[in-house]
């Protein structure tokens, strides 16, 4: 059985701010994915960005960013320059399906 | 965005009665995959899709049942509806169970409110 926890309920940065959601996961599997995912207040599920398990660098994409520790058990997304329309809840995700509560993200102007 | 669709978008059933959710895919994804998210929750498998014909339970499907008989179609039933299974359920589909092709794009979802 796969567990994520997301200790960050809600959270606050202030625009043009970079900011981090954390992510630890608990899984036995020797090779999993870990996803980010984006759900504004229209509902829509947004996919953010993937890390792999065996990939050796952190993944990027735009201003999206993983800081992934495998040795921790880690894998935290990192904003940069927030902006307002960043405001939405966010997900971790390890692969086979297994979501975190999630963390409200607020971009103050 | 991949091609996703769910139908009814929004539905009022009263307990007792049968539902069923339609998910439509034009991305020809292997996998498709049924959830519900709760309020401020994530989200919860019910079901998924491996292939025509090819189902297996989530972590919450007592009460649901599903079928996909067309790789692009894949339904979600509920037998008889109860106020706990009010929800907002989402289904989802992907190429692959590993690698960054196990990547879930989700529809739109549906809103269903059990009276």
């Known amino acids: 059985a796969q567990k994520i926890t997301q200790t960050q309920p809600g959270m606050f940065v202030q625009e043009k701010e970079a900011v981090t959601l954390d992510c630890t996961y608990d899984t036995s599997d020797p090779s999993y994915g870990l996803f980010w995912y984006k759900q504004p207040s229209s509902g829509e599920m947004i996919f953010l960005i993937y890390q792999g398990s065996y990939d050796q660098q952190n993944a990027t994409e735009g201003r999206y960013s993983l800081n992934f520790q495998k040795a921790r058990k880690s894998a935290n997304l990192v904003i940069s320059a927030s902006q307002l329309g960043d405001s939405a809840m966010y997900f971790c995700?390890?692969?086979?399906?297994?979501f975190g509560d999630g963390t409200t993200l607020t971009v103050k102007p | 965005d991949a091609g996703i669709t769910q139908s009814p978008r929004h539905k009022v059933t009263e307990t007792g009665t049968p539902v069923t959710l339609r998910c439509h895919q034009t991305e020809n994804h292997r996998y498709m995959y049924w959830y519900r998210q709760d309020p401020g929750h994530g989200l919860r498998l019910i079901h998924y899709s491996y292939g025509v014909k090819d189902t297996d339970k989530g972590e919450v499907s007592d009460g649901y049942s599903v079928s996909r008989s067309k790789t692009e179609d894949f339904l979600l039933t509920l037998e008889s509806a109860t106020s706990s299974q009010t929800s907002v359920y989402f289904c989802a589909i992907s190429n692959s169970l590993a690698g960054a092709e196990e990547t879930q794009y989700f529809g739109p979802g549906t809103r269903l409110l059990v009276l």
């Open positions: 995700v390890a692969g086979k399906s297994t």
